[in-house]
């Protein structure tokens, strides 16, 4: 049987791949474990904590709830809990995320994926707007040689930082990014050498919203905008955005997370989040992705596996 015809026949995650209003997902693989941690979804003043999910094969999935409580975080204005990052270190679990519409971005810690996450700091990490940038949607990078960055923004404006090896300070300035078209939702893959820097664009409550990426030879850039890999459909769904890419570790295949709202609906906190497969072009340019309803086929992976950001 070839490896095409075996995939058609393994189960399949479906999309949506969770139940419930979520959105912005960041995607890892943890020691063979698939994990999860999205946005929920609802009116700014009812986020208020944060859910993580986890899977042993990108099928069936577990709420792990409450992973981060607004209320254990006093210098949070207890809403809009948004658009969280983790990425692990030394067997620690950092967990990025956006307090308060622009109140700052915090820092949590755990000993465990599923959390709980305990803040920090009992401050921002960062509490102001550097060139402009919104302290918002948070995506942790670690590279090759382990130096950790943090990449973040909203207002149209995009920025990135070097981590200390505590993973809850900066070393060095804030250095604008912005590439052409930003609004928000920064993520970043290491391919081949090469740093692919992705965003969303246009506005997140309608048609307009998509994503597009560059590519350069520095986590610095300059990063020149090279194209759109995820827009609307209008067979499937609407308002596809924000999203983060896995790698799977077992050859070049990458599976890319996202939000969407399903057709017919018009309520801008009904969004739902699903995986879909990411090609390649020969030439290292990323294809459109292709929404699907079916989603994409059943993985096992040993506890070799990296995750998106580490």
Known sequence: MTATAQRARLPVSGNP????????????????????YP????????????????????????????IL??????????????APSCARRDGRYYFYFSAGDGAGLGVAIADSPAGPFADALGKPLVGQYPHGAQPID????????????????????????????????????????????????????????RYYFMWSEGNWSTDTYCAAYAIADSPFG????????????????????????????DGDEHLI??????????????????????????????APVRMTNAGVGSRRIGSAGRGAGG
């Not at 912005?24 to 063979?32: A, R, S």
């Not at 409580?69 to 948004?82: E, I």
């Not at 990063?223 to 799977?248: E, K, M, Q, W």
Request: aromatic share 14%; with cysteine.
């Open 222 to 249: 300059p990063f020149v905008r090279a194209g759109t890999i995820l827009r609307n459909d209008p067979l499937i769904a609407s308002a596809a955005g924000h999203h983060s890419v896995i790698a799977l570790p």
């Open 257 to 286: 997370a996202y939000h969407r709202r399903p057709l017919g609906l018009s309520d801008e906190n009904q969004r739902v989040v699903c995986l879909d497969r990411m090609l390649f072009n020969d030439d290292g340019s990323i």
């Open 69 to 82: 409580d607004f209320a254990d975080v006093p210098w949070s204005t207890n809403r809009a809990a948004w």
């Open 39 to 66: 946005t929920c979804s609802k009116p700014f003043d009812e986020q208020t904590t944060f859910d993580a999910f986890s899977s042993p094969d990108l099928v069936i999935w577990t709420r792990h709830p409450r």
């Open 17 to 36: 791949i969770i139940d419930g209003w979520y959105a912005d997902p960041e995607l890892h693989l943890f020691d063979g474990c698939f994990w999860l």
């Open 138 to 193: 948070a995506h942790c990078f670690i590279d090759d040689d382990g130096e950790a960055y943090l990449y973040f923004g909203g207002h149209r404006r995009a920025v990135v930082a070097r981590l200390a090896a505590d993973m809850t300070s900066f070393v060095g300035d804030f250095i604008d990014i912005t590439p052409e078209n930003y609004v928000e939702g920064p993520f970043m893959l290491k391919r081949g050498g």
